[in-house]
């Protein structure tokens, strides 16, 4: 198990913004593409964007491209997401995830390790 730790969630007014990290323990961080979902009450998760293990190369979700970054420092074994121009439809738990490998996978069952997750409420 790879424990992976989310933070930066919170409350926020629409329009605004917040930072997302995720900090994770295991080895070997630089090899391994990693991801953020997250989930909204009643709705199944969601692919949010994906990260290659060195950082080269991004897929963005529809719902948040243009409006999310997401980054990652090796050195450090962190994963960012910058979100901004948020909307009320944003609001849910956001997970961030490891990869089996350095490919980047949209559906949630291509993941190894999960965090346990950090709440965004986007009020409008």
């Known amino acids: 198990q790879v424990p992976l730790v989310e933070s930066g969630g919170g409350l926020v007014q629409a329009g605004g913004s917040l930072r997302l990290s995720c900090e994770a323990s295991?080895?070997?961080?630089?090899?391994?593409?990693m991801g953020w979902f997250r989930q909204a009450p009643g709705k199944e998760r969601e692919f949010v964007v994906g990260?290659?293990?060195?950082?080269?190369?991004?897929f963005y979700g529809l719902p948040v491209k243009g409006r999310f970054t997401i980054s990652r420092d090796n050195a450090l074994n962190t994963m960012y997401l910058q979100m901004n121009s948020l909307k009320s439809e944003d609001t849910g738990t956001y997970y961030c995830?490891?990869?089996?490998?350095?490919?980047?996978?949209?559906?949630?069952?291509?993941?190894?390790?999960w965090g346990q997750g950090t709440q965004v409420t986007v009020s409008s």
């Open positions: 295991g080895r070997n961080f630089s090899t391994y593409a």
């Open positions: 990260i290659s293990g060195r950082g080269g190369s991004t």
């Open positions: 995830a490891q990869g089996r490998n350095n490919i980047m996978e949209l559906h949630a069952s291509a993941y190894q390790y």
